[in-house]
């Protein structure tokens, strides 16, 4: 069973920086991809960026393309969430996300996902 540990949230001002942590473990993580989305109150879930189990391949959302970079460690079973010049729209619960089976790229809408974590809030204020 893999584990998702999502870290980072908080409170930022509109414009500046913040990078979210994710960490995994339960499974070989070099053989997963992972993704991140986020769901503001009152919205529907959202996707927001997935990256390949090697790490060369990534995707973003359009809303946060050209924003937010996402990478991966996997000698620390890591996957970060860079989120640059962020706005009051960015304001959501993060969630990290693994597919069920290894080599399988996460689906964009999140409904075959098998492995969620618990989120972490992310404020941006204006």
């Known amino acids: 069973q893999v584990q998702l540990v999502e870290s980072g949230g908080g409170l930022v001002q509109a414009g500046d920086s913040r990078r979210l942590s994710c960490a995994f473990s339960?499974?070989?993580?070099?053989?997963?991809?992972v993704g991140w989305f986020r769901q503001a109150p009152g919205k529907e879930r959202e996707f927001v960026a997935r990256i390949s189990w090697y790490g060369d391949h990534k995707y973003y959302g359009d809303s946060v393309k050209g924003r937010f970079t996402i990478s991966r460690d996997n000698a620390n079973y890591r996957v970060y969430l860079q989120m640059d010049m962020v706005k009051p729209e960015d304001t959501a619960v993060y969630y990290c996300t693994s597919p069920g089976k290894p080599y399988t790229g996460v689906d964009v809408t999140g409904d075959t996902t098998a492995f969620w974590g618990k989120g972490t809030l992310v404020t941006v204020s204006s």
């Open positions: 339960g499974r070989t993580f070099s053989a997963y991809s």
